[in-house]
């Protein structure tokens, strides 16, 4: 094994991104305004009150998840927080079961039981969606640590969606995507101290979009402008990587994550981005400005990548760009439609289903305890 190079940087002449077929790129665009387009009848949806809960959406960020996500495996794992409509669409989601669980139908993919903080989809490796700020991040390295024991101990894969029995198991890698308010969380930290420890190929993606809810990272976080300290106290690689430009992105994110699965080991990326729009549904935004929103809005990723596609590879026709969104549209409209017309959960067989797992039956007197009779809290 090579030793970890902390604070690597990819060679410039490395550009992986232009050998991907055109149509590589052009998913990618689709993908991206897919989900600008889902977060804004989102936005509208939850504004009719049709959503409840908590809302974050994920405008402006949107080259992150594809971007990242566009690097992997299908079936490497991924493990996110909670503003996560946009990686579960990424990941492969139906726009359609990502609606109707932020509506709390029942053919939601949580049944509509977690709604829009906590989109999960094992099918394609899709571990969440969580609410609580760096708890996501000890998921992913023990999704890390499962990878490696099934490598280096078992040999086989477990049994998984789409995986055959007895197949081999494989080198992969496990992404823990997380805000920059989870810098200071201690959850982050021992995680980070357990991937370094083990060598667990973990990529910890911190989606620096500048604050969290209204605290600037300068404000809340020591070394804000130079993260990958934190990375080096754990002994672990870090790259700065510019998440406004996906093909920049890719470009350095595509060989470190190689770079992971081959050699087994975790790294830490410090991934500058900016959203749009509030940290959630009510937020006045008096914490920054109008001119500092808009500068980033002028460096908009989806428009950049249509640009380069339409003027650079011309691969796409202002024609067939019309033509995208029109679909997408259609495609969100009837992500709308299926969730309004999806009935709602049934109290009576689903208040208290998929609550507990009982891995062994026996072990635990479920049915007795959650209809009161030996529930002490009842
Ligand atoms: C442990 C914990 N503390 C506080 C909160 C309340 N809270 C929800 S989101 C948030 C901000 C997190 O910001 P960041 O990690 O930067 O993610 P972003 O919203 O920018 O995507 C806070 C403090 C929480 N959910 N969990
Ligand atoms: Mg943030």
């Given at each position: 094994?090579?030793?970890?190079?902390?604070?690597?940087?990819p060679a410039s002449n490395v550009r992986p991104s232009a050998d991907l077929p055109d149509a590589t790129l052009v998913g990618w665009l689709r993908m991206m305004t897919l989900i600008r387009e889902f977060e804004n009848?989102?936005?509208?949806?939850?504004?009719?009150?049709?959503?409840?809960?908590?809302?974050?959406?994920y405008t402006g960020q949107e080259a992150v998840a594809v971007g990242t996500l566009g690097a992997?495996?299908?079936?490497?794992?991924?493990?996110?927080?909670?503003?996560?409509?946009g990686?579960?669409l990424a990941?492969?989601?139906?726009?359609?079961?990502?609606?109707?669980?932020?509506?709390?139908?029942?053919?939601?993919?949580?049944?509509?039981?977690?709604?829009?903080?906590?989109?999960?989809?094992?099918?394609?490796?899709?571990?969440?969606?969580?609410?609580?700020?760096?708890?996501?991040?000890?998921?992913?390295?023990?999704?890390?640590?499962?990878?490696?024991?099934?490598?280096?101990?078992?040999?086989?894969?477990?049994?998984?969606?789409?995986?055959?029995?007895?197949?081999?198991?494989?080198?992969?890698?496990?992404?823990?995507?997380?805000?920059?308010?989870?810098?200071?969380?201690?959850?982050?930290?021992?995680?980070?101290?357990?991937?370094?420890?083990?060598?667990?190929?973990?990529?910890?993606?911190?989606?620096?979009?500048?604050?969290?809810?209204?605290?600037?990272?300068?404000?809340?976080?020591?070394?804000?402008?130079?993260?990958?300290?934190?990375?080096?106290?754990?002994?672990?690689?870090?790259?700065?990587i510019d998440g406004l430009d996906i093909l920049r992105l890719y470009d350095a994110f595509k060989p470190?994550?190689?770079?992971?699965?081959?050699?087994?080991?975790?790294?830490?990326?410090?991934l500058k981005t900016y959203r749009y729009?509030?940290?959630?549904?009510?937020?006045?935004?008096?914490?920054?400005?109008?001119?500092?929103v808009d500068r980033y809005k002028s460096m908009d990723s989806i428009e950049r990548l249509a640009k380069h596609l339409m003027e650079e590879r011309r691969c796409l026709t202002p024609a067939a760009l019309d033509e995208m969104h029109a679909e997408l549209h259609r495609i969100v409209?009837?992500?709308?439609?299926?969730?309004?017309?999806?009935?709602?959960?049934?109290?009576?067989?689903?208040?208290?289903?998929?609550?507990?797992?009982?891995?062994?039956?026996?072990?635990?007197?479920?049915?007795?305890?959650?209809?009161?009779?030996?529930?002490?809290?009842?």
């Amino acid at each position: 094994m090579s030793p970890t190079p902390t604070r690597s940087r990819p060679a410039s002449n490395v550009r992986p991104s232009a050998d991907l077929p055109d149509a590589t790129l052009v998913g990618w665009l689709r993908m991206m305004t897919l989900i600008r387009e889902f977060e804004n009848r989102s936005a509208q949806a939850y504004q009719q009150a049709k959503i409840g809960g908590f809302c974050h959406l994920y405008t402006g960020q949107e080259a992150v998840a594809v971007g990242t996500l566009g690097a992997l495996e299908p079936d490497d794992p991924v493990v996110h927080a909670y503003r996560d409509h946009g990686h579960a669409l990424a990941r492969g989601m139906d726009p359609k079961h990502c609606m109707a669980e932020m509506f709390g139908k029942i053919t939601g993919c949580a049944k509509g039981k977690g709604g829009s903080m906590h989109m999960f989809d094992k099918p394609h490796w899709f571990f969440g969606g969580h609410g609580i700020v760096g708890a996501q991040t000890p998921l992913g390295v023990g999704l890390a640590f499962a990878a490696k024991y099934e490598l280096e101990v078992l040999g086989t894969a477990l049994s998984n969606p789409g995986v055959d029995p007895g197949a081999p198991a494989k080198k992969k890698v496990a992404l823990a995507f997380l805000g920059d308010g989870a810098l200071n969380q201690g959850a982050l930290h021992e995680a980070m101290n357990l991937a370094g420890l083990w060598s667990l190929p973990c990529i910890f993606i911190v989606e620096n979009n500048g604050y969290s809810m209204g605290t600037s990272i300068h404000r809340g976080t020591t070394m804000a402008d130079d993260l990958l300290k934190k990375a080096d106290a754990y002994g672990i690689r870090g790259e700065v990587i510019d998440g406004l430009d996906i093909l920049r992105l890719y470009d350095a994110f595509k060989p470190l994550a190689d770079w992971c699965r081959a050699e087994q080991k975790p790294a830490f990326v410090d991934l500058k981005t900016y959203r749009y729009l509030g940290h959630s549904m009510s937020d006045p935004q008096k914490y920054r400005t109008k001119d500092e929103v808009d500068r980033y809005k002028s460096m908009d990723s989806i428009e950049r990548l249509a640009k380069h596609l339409m003027e650079e590879r011309r691969c796409l026709t202002p024609a067939a760009l019309d033509e995208m969104h029109a679909e997408l549209h259609r495609i969100v409209m009837e992500a709308l439609e299926f969730a309004e017309s999806s009935p709602s959960p049934d109290p009576a067989t689903e208040l208290y289903s998929d609550v507990l797992v009982n891995p062994m039956p026996g072990m635990s007197p479920i049915r007795e305890y959650v209809h009161g009779e030996k529930n002490p809290l009842l």
